[in-house]
């Protein structure tokens, strides 16, 4: 197979797709491996790093598209991208369609067979192609909260671990899954009081018994949501239902119980926001205030990090981006009930359940698609 990887071209994306590591993988797989000049560069990889591993530099993203059989990315393809996709071509890279029509609609246009990695599962439930970018992002939501909060940036003037005399900030984290464990430690680490908020007690008893006095635990009703909201300096929204929209846990009435300069950090921006007041930031732009409280709502929030998170998500991918290369995507999906998960739209029609349903669109099973 022939597998290509573009630059990304979403503002501030500085990861790529395939590490020179998976080119290798690729290419000792017997396959052939494309990839757009300068691919690379934001995430510290030169070109010569994938000629080395075996790979062929291509000077332009039309190039890359038109001669690959499957198309690895990092960020869902944009409009100019979408348009350069075939019948047949298999895309696999992050989507969040549900709450994007007009992507959803390309990609039906297109024809294409379009694999999500934040759909794809595990045999435990989990999500192993959204978990390593979940860590990170959990793990930033503090550090970019904390900047919010400055005064100079429009938040509190609050230092998340305090000093002598001077109690810390009080972060609430609504969502106890690998976004907001890791927010939690890390804000828990940089000195604040922090709670975390689920709806599951199951998950609740094991953060208390592996974390119990780093962060507290509390259940998130909407009642004792907004009670510790009103409390919050910083509140980070980590909460997520696969391949469907991010529940809105604050709307724009409730701004005004909160604390001026108060920050909300949405880590679910990519699936429509968990905050009513959300909207899509980047990093070059990332804040913004409604009603005297500060947003941070950057949809790609781990190209911050782009080396860390490129190397972490190419460990991820890279056995299902062989399995695809290897056996051909029906195969592969029909051999791994957890890679057919990720199956969002072949053929002109959407095949997962929970987008067709948050853009009230038809859909057909996953199951049927490969039958």
Same mark, same amino acid.
């Given at each position: 197979?022939?597998?290509?990887?573009?630059?990304?071209?979403?503002?501030?994306?500085?990861?790529?797709?395939?590490?020179?590591?998976?080119?290798?993988?690729?290419?000792?797989?017997?396959?052939?491996?494309?990839?757009?000049?300068?691919?690379? !560069?934001?995430?510290?990889?030169?070109?010569? #790093?994938?000629? &080395?591993? @075996? /790979? *062929?530099? $291509? +000077?332009?993203?039309?190039?890359?598209?038109?001669?690959?059989?499957?198309?690895?990315?990092?960020?869902?393809?944009?409009?100019?991208?979408?348009?350069?996709?075939?019948?047949?071509?298999?895309?696999?890279?992050?989507?969040?369609? !549900?709450?994007?029509?007009?992507?959803?609609? #390309?990609?039906? &246009?297109? @024809? /294409? *067979?379009? $694999? +999500?990695?934040?759909?794809?599962?595990?045999?435990?439930?989990?999500?192993?192609?959204?978990?390593?970018?979940?860590?990170?992002?959990?793990?930033?939501?503090?550090?970019?909260?904390?900047?919010?909060?400055?005064?100079?940036?429009?938040?509190?003037?609050?230092?998340?671990?305090?000093?002598?005399?001077?109690?810390? /900030?009080?972060?609430?984290?609504?969502?106890?899954?690998?976004?907001?464990?890791?927010?939690?430690?890390?804000?828990?680490?940089?000195?604040?009081?922090?709670?975390?908020?689920?709806?599951?007690?199951?998950?609740?008893?094991?953060?208390?018994?592996?974390?119990?006095?780093?962060?507290?635990?509390?259940?998130?009703?909407?009642?004792?949501?907004?009670?510790?909201?009103?409390?919050?300096?910083?509140?980070?929204?980590?909460?997520?239902?696969?391949?469907?929209?991010?529940?809105?846990?604050?709307?724009?009435?409730?701004?005004?119980?909160?604390?001026?300069?108060?920050?909300?950090?949405?880590?679910?921006?990519?699936?429509?926001?968990?905050?009513?007041?959300?909207?899509?930031?980047?990093?070059?732009?990332?804040?913004?205030?409604?009603?005297?409280?500060?947003?941070?709502?950057?949809?790609?929030?781990?190209?911050?990090?782009?080396?860390?998170?490129?190397?972490?998500?190419?460990?991820?991918?890279?056995?299902?981006?062989?399995?695809?290369?290897?056996?051909?995507?029906?195969?592969?999906?029909?051999?791994?009930?957890?890679?057919?998960?990720?199956?969002?739209?072949?053929?002109?029609?959407?095949?997962?359940?929970?987008?067709?349903?948050?853009?009230?669109?038809?859909?057909?099973?996953?199951?049927?698609?490969?039958?």
């Amino acid at each position: 197979m022939k597998i290509g990887c573009p630059k990304e071209i979403k503002p501030q994306e500085f990861r790529v797709g395939m590490t020179p590591n998976a080119a290798y993988e690729a290419v000792k797989n017997g396959h052939s491996v494309i990839i757009e000049t300068g691919a690379g !560069a934001g995430a510290g990889f030169d070109d010569a #790093d994938y000629v &080395a591993a @075996g /790979a *062929t530099i $291509i +000077a332009t993203a039309a190039e890359v598209f038109a001669a690959a059989d499957m198309i690895v990315k990092v960020k869902e393809p944009q409009a100019g991208e979408r348009k350069m996709l075939r019948e047949g071509q298999i895309l696999f890279t992050y989507l969040h369609l !549900a709450p994007d029509p007009e992507q959803t609609k #390309d990609l039906i &246009a297109s @024809g /294409a *067979t379009c $694999i +999500a990695y934040e759909t794809v599962t595990d045999r435990a439930g989990g999500l192993p192609l959204l978990a390593p970018m979940s860590e990170v992002a959990g793990r930033l939501a503090p550090q970019v909260g904390a900047w919010t909060l400055q005064k100079a940036n429009g938040g509190r003037g609050v230092l998340m671990g305090g000093v002598p005399g001077v109690g810390p /900030a009080r972060v609430v984290v609504i969502g106890g899954g690998v976004v907001g464990t890791h927010a939690a430690r890390i804000a828990a680490g940089m000195g604040a009081d922090v709670t975390v908020l689920d709806r599951s007690l199951p998950r609740m008893r094991y953060l208390d018994d592996i974390y119990g006095g780093t962060f507290k635990t509390s259940f998130a009703s909407a009642g004792n949501t907004i009670e510790l909201a009103r409390e919050a300096d910083m509140i980070i929204g980590a909460v997520l239902v696969p391949g469907a929209a991010a529940p809105k846990l604050i709307s724009r009435a409730q701004l005004s119980e909160l604390k001026q300069g108060a920050v909300l950090v949405d880590v679910a921006i990519d699936q429509g926001g968990c905050f009513e007041t959300s909207r899509a930031t980047t990093h070059q732009d990332p804040i913004y205030e409604v009603d005297g409280i500060m947003h941070y709502c950057v949809a790609n929030m781990p190209g911050a990090v782009a080396r860390t998170s490129t190397i972490a998500l190419g460990n991820a991918t890279m056995p299902f981006m062989l399995a695809l290369a290897n056996k051909g995507w029906k195969k592969a999906c029909a051999d791994d009930p957890h890679l057919l998960a990720g199956l969002n739209v072949h053929a002109g029609q959407i095949t997962y359940e929970a987008v067709g349903q948050a853009l009230g669109m038809d859909y057909i099973s996953a199951e049927a698609a490969i039958a």
